[in-house]
């Protein structure tokens, strides 16, 4: 027979469910240099391990 698990122990358990903050790199485009995600092309100007892989966005956006 199985019994309720109680509110407090359900969030105890959840309390540690903590998302970790992203791994940020500087772009490898020497013109660009902005803080990307790893493993992820450029938001700014679209360069992903030194090759342009999307259009470039323009702008400080």
Do not use: I
């Not at 030194?50 to 966005?57: K, T």
């Amino acid at each position: 027979m199985q019994h309720r698990t109680s509110r407090s122990r359900t969030r105890h358990r959840r309390a540690h469910w903590k998302t970790s903050a992203l791994a940020l790199t500087t772009c490898t485009n020497p013109a660009c240099g902005k803080p990307t995600p790893t493993h992820r092309a450029c938001r700014h100007c679209g360069v992903y391990r030194g090759r342009e892989v999307l259009p470039p966005m323009g702008g400080d956006t």
